[in-house]
């Protein structure tokens, strides 16, 4: 946990690893502390955990989503028990997460795993999120997802970003891997924050940062190498994936793996938008898992394949 009042006096942070975004802890003062993400539900023990130390006996008033792929909500159900504090979440899914509706959410598209909630209010872009003396401003910022919003605070010049800007780029662009418009998303969200005079940085993943400039130098670098050559973005997306669902089953023999690239439909959709490279999807599959492998990011052992890196 990171509480720096150089950063912001009223916030902590809590940094975590992957598979889960990082918790950042706004303090009420007395009035009730607000979470925003809640992380994996695979970590929602360790949240927990973090939270309690974190509260030193405030009260949790609620837990703020900015937007809602599995590693930044996946832990408002533990939390929901634990504190039985309401969850908010941006207006675009509303519904989808009343019904739980895996297709019209991302998990479905995915295969990636979401204990499912039940939300109690929206966090409205263009609204202003009040917690003890802080106002945070609620600003839409599609692009990784086209419904994230971002959090700042004028008055100290902090910026909680999510997945809209890392220290070096941003989430992966998955309207793009949809096979919809999602560049010029990316690239108005930047200007947005280009536009406001943010001191500090909190990501949704790795270290808060205060070269604001220069990790908007590297996004917008990043950015057009992407629009330059979309199929670059499509492969690295397709790694994500593969990666990603290693890190949550940590291992899984390689026939088990081949059904599950073979069932998951962001993967078929980049498949079809590469023009059916290595002529079958399984082939395709394959040579990611190779790519990876060579990288370190997994190992094959004795027909196993196991998270590494």
């Known amino acids: ?21 990082n918790n950042v802890l706004l303090a009420g003062e007395g009035e009730g502390a607000v979470l925003v993400d ?75 795993r979401c204990e499912r909630f039940v939300p109690q209010g929206r966090i409205e872009p263009g609204s202003t999120l009040r917690v003890g003396r802080c106002g945070w401003q609620v600003l839409a910022a599609p692009g990784h997802d086209p419904h994230s919003v971002v959090l700042y605070d004028d008055a100290q010049g902090v910026l909680i970003s999510a997945d809209a800007l890392w220290e070096n780029g941003f989430g992966v662009v998955f309207p793009e891997l949809a096979g919809e418009p999602g560049f010029d998303d990316v690239a108005a969200t930047l200007d947005l924050i280009a536009g406001l005079d943010a001191r500090w940085v909190i990501p949704g993943h790795g270290a808060p940062f205060a ?30 994936l593969l990666k990603y669902h290693l890190m949550e089953v940590r291992s899984q023999p390689l026939a088990a793996l081949r059904q599950w690239l073979a069932d998951t439909p962001y993967l078929h959709q980049a498949w079809r938008q590469l023009g059916h490279p290595a002529g079958s999807l399984a082939d395709w599959g394959d040579a990611l898992l190779a790519e990876l492998a060579a990288s370190g990011a997994l190992a094959l052992h004795e027909g196993v394949v196991h998270d590494a890196g």
């Open 38 to 112: 809640s992380s994996h539900c695979l970590h929602a023990a360790q949240t927990v955990q973090l939270l309690h130390h974190g509260l030193r006996g405030e009260p949790l008033a609620a837990v703020v989503n900015t937007h809602l792929h599995s590693d930044h909500c996946g832990g408002n159900a533990a939390l929901q028990r634990e504190f039985g504090a309401p969850v908010r979440i941006p207006p675009g899914q509303w519904q989808a997460v009343l019904d739980w509706d895996e297709q019209a959410l991302s998990y479905a598209a995915t295969r990636q």
């Open 1 to 21: 946990m990171r509480t720096d009042p150089t950063l912001h006096p009223g916030l902590s942070v809590f940094e975590r690893g992957w598979l889960s975004s």
């Open 211 to 240: 070269d604001v400039a220069g990790a908007l130098a590297r996004a917008r670098a990043r950015l057009a190498t992407m629009r330059a050559d979309p199929a670059r973005h499509t492969r690295y997306a397709a790694k994500v």
